[in-house]
């Protein structure tokens, strides 16, 4: 195999592994990062909502996902209960009103969302200064603040850092020493 079909391959498998987040240990992960938003106390009281948003053809990949982050030992995010949503997303205003109704605190795009429509929830997270977390990097690497990829069979924290101030999220020093932060 030359270099080009080595390099290939090993993108391949890259992007294979960082499609496979292992939910039970990138969710807790995920999660305490967002403790360490200096701002995290101001943003809200009671229970901490995640929205798992994706397309409505992606439903049965959403429930696999929430049945995976409610199998998971994370019950609490700081003391605050934690609450999975359901929410197929069909455009912003339909998102605004689950956003509202529901009171949340973050979006959760589930893997596999299209481009177009990870670009409209950061939209809308942006306008409502919500968490926006992903289990891949590429989402990160584009839009979203917070993310969570598979380095081996460890977590590894991903921060965007201009889209963290663009949803009012600074993170503590400790926090961006351990992760993979983006300019």
Known sequence: MGVRGFLAAALL???TASAQVD??????????????????????AGPFVLLVVSDPGQSADRSALIGSLKDSSVTEVKKRPLKYIAVDFRDEAQLQGEIDKHKASALLVVPGTPTATVKALWEVAQDNQLYALALDAETVQ??????????????????????????????????????????
Request: cysteine-free; proline content about 4%; glycine content about 6%.
């Open 142 to 183: 584009s839009f979203f603040p917070v993310g969570v990829t598979m380095v081996g069979d460890k977590p590894q924290i991903i921060i965007n850092e201009k889209s963290s101030k663009a949803v009012g999220a600074r993170f503590e020093t400790v926090v961006l020493r351990m992760a993979r932060v983006i300019q």
């Open 23 to 44: 939910v039970k240990a990138a969710l807790p992960v995920l999660l305490k990062v967002l403790t360490y938003d200096v701002n995290f106390d101001a943003r809200g």
């Open 13 to 15: 498998t890259a992007s």
